[in-house]
């Protein structure tokens, strides 16, 4: 039997915020668990190539370099992949929840989900580009022939580019992650925990 108290219950432990209809669905949905691992697995492989792009130049010249660079390329790549992967899932069998704002607080959640997954695309594709434009070595097992191979002007618009692609996609993760923790700390709802293993 449907405890009647429910819908009121949750009013009174969430006085923030506005509509129970959409605290009730919310706060008892969960994103499946290939939908948590994508999420969660592209979050820490983004921060491993931001942060490892920036150690780089910190190799000498030569064999070391071109490995730190391989790494990022490599890592990359499987990013591209699971990026795609994480699409499909969402548009054929990914489980969609409801919106967990209303308003303009609902506008800002889609919006900064939708410029995520866009800056991600973004980030990947100008990457390739990029590694193309450049010509490069990956761990001295091969070689990726640069489009034209004069051009270095050409691939350092391409770094560029890439460049402040990253730190646009820094600075919207870093909102997102905001916005997750006042859910969990402030608002005191279940948000985050819809997207944790098992929360
Ligand atoms: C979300 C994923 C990625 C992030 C956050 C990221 C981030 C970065 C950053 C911050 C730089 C340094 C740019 C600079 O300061 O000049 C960089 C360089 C580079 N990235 Fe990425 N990148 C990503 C994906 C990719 C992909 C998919 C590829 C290629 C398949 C790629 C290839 C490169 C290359 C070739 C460089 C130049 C490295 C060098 O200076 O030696 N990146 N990346
Ligand atoms: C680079 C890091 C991150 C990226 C690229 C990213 C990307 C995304 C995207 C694209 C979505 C929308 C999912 C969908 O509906 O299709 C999402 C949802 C979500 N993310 Fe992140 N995220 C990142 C980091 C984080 C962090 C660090 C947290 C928590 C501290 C977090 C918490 C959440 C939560 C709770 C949702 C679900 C929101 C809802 O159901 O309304 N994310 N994330």
Same mark, same amino acid.
């Given at each position: 039997?449907?405890?009647?108290?429910?819908?009121?219950?949750?009013?009174?432990?969430?006085?923030?915020? =506005? =509509?129970?209809?959409?605290?009730?669905?919310?706060?008892?949905?969960?994103?499946?668990?290939?939908?948590?691992?994508?999420?969660?697995?592209?979050? /820490?492989? /983004?921060?491993?190539?931001?942060?490892?792009?920036?150690?780089?130049?910190?190799?000498?010249?030569?064999?070391?370099?071109?490995?730190?660079? =391989? &790494?990022?390329?490599?890592?990359?790549?499987?990013?591209?992949?699971?990026? &795609?992967?994480? !699409?499909?899932?969402?548009? !054929?069998? +990914?489980?969609?929840?409801?919106? $967990?704002?209303?308003? !303009?607080?609902?506008? $800002? $959640?889609?919006?900064?989900?939708?410029?995520?997954?866009?800056?991600?695309?973004?980030?990947?594709?100008? +990457? !390739? &580009?990029?590694?193309?434009?450049?010509?490069?070595?990956?761990?001295?097992?091969? =070689?990726?022939? $640069?489009?034209?191979?004069?051009?270095?002007?050409?691939?350092?618009?391409?770094?560029?580019?890439?460049?402040?692609?990253?730190?646009?996609?820094?600075? &919207?993760?870093?909102?997102?992650?905001?916005?997750?923790?006042?859910?969990?700390?402030?608002?005191?709802?279940?948000?985050?925990?819809?997207?944790?293993?098992?929360?």
């Amino acid at each position: 039997m449907t405890d009647p108290s429910g819908p009121e219950q949750f009013r009174v432990i969430y006085p923030l915020r =506005s =509509s129970a209809i959409v605290d009730v669905r919310a706060e008892f949905e969960h994103y499946d668990q290939a939908t948590i691992l994508f999420h969660w697995t592209t979050a /820490v492989l /983004v921060l491993i190539q931001w942060f490892g792009a920036q150690t780089i130049d910190w190799f000498p010249r030569g064999a070391l370099r071109v490995d730190a660079r =391989s &790494v990022h390329i490599t890592l990359g790549l499987l990013l591209a992949m699971l990026l &795609v992967a994480r !699409i499909v899932w969402r548009l !054929i069998l +990914g489980r969609r929840l409801p919106p $967990a704002e209303d308003g !303009i607080r609902y506008v $800002a $959640a889609k919006a900064a989900h939708w410029g995520l997954y866009v800056l991600l695309l973004a980030m990947v594709l100008v +990457g !390739i &580009v990029l590694t193309w434009t450049r010509g490069d070595n990956i761990f001295n097992l091969f =070689s990726i022939p $640069a489009y034209d191979p004069g051009n270095r002007d050409l691939a350092e618009q391409m770094q560029d580019v890439h460049a402040t692609i990253g730190w646009i996609l820094l600075a &919207v993760a870093g909102l997102h992650t905001a916005a997750a923790l006042v859910h969990h700390y402030i608002f005191r709802d279940k948000v985050l925990a819809r997207m944790l293993p098992g929360g």
